[in-house]
């Protein structure tokens, strides 16, 4: 307390001085020295609060990644089936066009082996009219 009004009096206190230093219980460096450690213990409370408030933002950022990372592994997983569905697809018809090919070839292959039989029967056909025309 620095000033007091009493009774209508204006009391302001004194300091007491003891063996011609200033204050009861300590010297005038160890005061000094006390009021830093205050001033050093409320910018020490500041500091912890300042760090209780990034910590708990980390906690809250934390929870935020851990959300959107399930959300991406939900994804992850539905896209998988997804990708498994296509490749099943592109599997299947990967199969059915190589049996198509297969196919295809075997049907060329009798093509050609009529077209030689026409050839040959054709020939022998203009040979047999050729000779039974003469």
């Not at 409370?45 to 959300?71: C, F, P, S, T």
């Not at 498994?84 to 199969?95: I, L, S, W």
């Not at 009798?110 to 047999?128: C, D, E, H, V």
């Amino acid at each position: 307390m620095t000033s007091a009004i009493a009774c209508g009096q204006h009391l302001t206190p004194k300091r007491i001085v003891f063996s011609g230093d200033t204050g009861i219980f300590f010297t005038h460096k160890q005061e000094i020295e006390l009021l830093v450690k205050f001033k050093q213990f409320e910018g020490c409370k500041l500091e912890k609060a300042k760090w209780e408030k990034y910590a708990m933002n980390a906690d809250l950022q934390i929870d935020k990644e851990r959300e959107a990372y399930d959300y991406l592994n939900k994804e992850y997983s539905s896209l998988l089936i997804v990708s498994k569905d296509f490749q099943k697809k592109y599997n299947d018809e990967y199969t059915a066009h190589e049996n198509t090919k297969a196919e295809l070839n075997i049907q060329i292959g009798k093509k050609r082996t009529w077209i030689k039989i026409a050839a040959t029967s054709l020939t022998a056909n203009i040979g047999l009219i050729y000779i039974l025309t003469r």
